[in-house]
């Protein structure tokens, strides 16, 4: 399971914190969600940095933003359980005109190599789909336990307060981090990216 830290343990977890509690439809969900009984599970991905860019860019925080993504992890990996908890969610947020993306991390090795032709490796965790995201950036998970909010950052925080976008090569998906990239550029055009590296180690 992964327990992330306090907010006051991560450096700029309070500003990252204030910012993305701004956008009023991450607040109900870190609110609602532990409503679920599931222990492993993050808000994570666009919703908190498209927020602080957002805010950045003096739009609402809300603006312009897809989906919402919440990773949870089940050894369960049928079809049918993820799907059960896909109809519990929208239930349960059915009020919120936003649309919810919600995943079983233990179930993308299943598809991954389908979609994009290489190995995604084990999973054990939900945070492990967050530390394999194209993308250092948005690398961030976010929950709220029995009223105490938790932050999973492997690569910190600053480089989504300052709006830069740096790479994450641990798998080679080059197209999909200049895809996103060029999406978020066209939104976000103050975003500095960072090229791929030519060599990842």
């Not at 290489?118 to 789909?129: F, Q, R």
């Not at 090569?169 to 895809?179: E, G």
């Amino acid at each position: 399971m992964s327990s992330g830290n306090a907010v006051d343990q991560v450096e700029q977890g309070q500003l990252f914190l204030d910012l993305v509690l701004r956008n009023r439809f991450n607040r109900t969900i870190l609110d609602r969600f532990g409503d679920l009984g599931i222990d492993d599970w993050w808000l994570t991905a666009g919703c908190l940095a498209q927020s602080i860019w957002n805010i950045s860019a003096n739009r609402p925080a809300e603006d312009r933003i897809d989906d919402y993504d919440l990773f949870y992890f089940d050894p369960d990996i049928r079809w049918n359980a993820e799907d059960k908890v896909i109809a519990r969610v929208a239930d349960l947020f059915s009020d919120l005109p936003i649309r919810i993306e919600i995943r079983n991390q233990a179930r993308v090795p299943i598809w991954y190599r389908k979609k994009f032709d290489i190995e995604y490796g084990d999973v054990s965790a939900a945070c492990d789909g967050i530390d394999r995201f194209a993308y250092r950036t948005t690398a961030i998970g976010l929950r709220k336990l029995h009223d105490e909010y938790r932050i999973y950052a492997p690569f910190g925080l600053e480089a989504v307060l300052e709006g830069t976008i740096i790479p994450n090569p641990v798998l080679p998906i080059r197209d999909v981090y200049a895809a996103k990239v060029m999406r978020w550029r066209k939104k976000w055009p103050c975003l500095k990216v960072m090229p791929w590296p030519d060599n990842p180690e």
